[in-house]
């Protein structure tokens, strides 16, 4: 059963702080994905990592797929009480499949 | 313009009963999706349909039963409702083309709670 593990489960950083989620797996993906979910509301898209070493950054916030795409890392730069959310990777059990498996997330919280 | 809706938001109903959540997407995909969303935030696929057929179905108990009129909606109805039935249900869609793995675009959830 292929499972994707993150840690920290839990964060509770001060504004301007840097952090690293990492999600992690025994098995190969052909891509991942990282979402953001505020409360209340349904994940949001971040961005999708295809290449193995693949880097992509959006604002603050970099991802980074694992050279042998078992493992992907999102690390967040001067974190912002607007970064608060739970952040969920997720990644297809298969190529040319949309079922999607997700990971245990993590619950950033950052403080003012 | 919401891209992903359902309803009811919240949803307080007695064990034993039968209820239904409502989703309809006005983003012209093809493929839609119910998930489940456990109290430690675990999220996990129930169904997928692809322009009205089904696509997935993952190992869910016969009282779930998804039904998709039009490929723009896929409702959900639960019979005889458990307490462990309690979750947030998340109904997303994708313009997953069948060759990679399109982003979900989720709704806002519907929260059950089943006393």
């Known amino acids: 059963t292929q499972l994707l593990e993150q840690s920290p489960q839990f964060l509770s950083i001060q504004e301007g702080e840097n952090l690293t989620v990492y999600c992690n797996s025994s098995?190969?993906?052909?891509?991942l994905q990282w979402y953001r979910q505020e409360p209340g509301e349904g994940p949001v898209l971040l961005v999708t990592?295809?290449?193995?070493?693949e880097v992509k950054k959006l604002k603050r916030l970099t991802f980074q797929f694992g050279d042998a795409r078992k493992d992907s890392s999102l690390h967040i730069t001067a974190a912002q009480p607007g970064d608060t959310g739970l952040y969920l990777c997720a990644g297809p059990v298969s190529y040319n499949t949309d079922k999607l498996i997700f990971g245990t997330g993590t619950r950033l919280q950052v403080f003012p | 313009d919401t891209a992903v809706s359902q309803t009811p938001k919240y949803l307080v109903t007695q064990m034993g009963n039968d209820k239904s959540i409502k989703c309809e997407q006005n983003?012209?995909?093809?493929?839609m999706y119910w998930y489940k969303q456990d109290s430690k935030k675990f999220l996990k696929i129930m169904f997928s349909y692809n322009n009205k057929e089904l696509i997935i179905n993952e190992t869910v108990p016969n009282r779930f039963s998804p039904k998709s009129p039009d490929k723009a909606h896929l409702n959900l109805h639960i019979n005889s409702l458990e307490l462990g039935d309690s979750a947030v249900y998340f109904c997303?869609?994708?313009?997953?083309?069948?060759?990679?793995?399109?982003?979900?675009?989720f709704g806002e959830g519907s929260r059950l709670t089943v006393l």
């Open positions: 983003l012209g995909h093809d493929t």
């Open positions: 997303a869609s994708s313009p997953w083309t069948g060759r990679n793995t399109g982003e979900l675009f």
């Open positions: 098995s190969v993906f052909s891509s």
């Open positions: 990592v295809v290449t193995g070493g």
